[in-house]
């Protein structure tokens, strides 16, 4: 589930922050580039980011958007041990 976005992401998702955590990652990795987090899963693991394809997915308001490139990263939980959350980021979005 999604539990933060900056006023672009939301503005992406065509959502709000209430309804944020409605979101999954895996919804929004399973585009035309057919990546899905299984699969880039183990890479986000060991190298502690992923630098996904070129690729769309639908918003929840289903207007299709686009995107050059996605980067998926680790956060780190306070004690720096532990995973708190997965992290993205989509390069040169826009809507089609």
């Excluded at 919804?27 to 630098?51: E, F, H, K, R, W």
């Amino acid at each position: 589930m999604c539990i933060y976005a900056n006023h672009a992401g939301l503005t992406m998702l065509e959502t709000t922050t209430e309804n944020l955590q409605s979101i999954t990652v895996d919804s929004l990795l399973d585009g035309s580039n057919n990546v899905s987090l299984d699969v880039v899963l183990p890479t986000i693991m060991q190298q502690g980011y992923a630098i996904l394809p070129p690729g769309y997915y639908l918003s929840l308001m289903n207007r299709c958007v686009s995107y050059e490139q996605a980067v998926v990263w680790v956060v780190q939980a306070p004690d720096g041990g532990s995973i708190h959350c997965l992290a993205l980021a989509f390069i040169n979005w826009s809507f089609i």
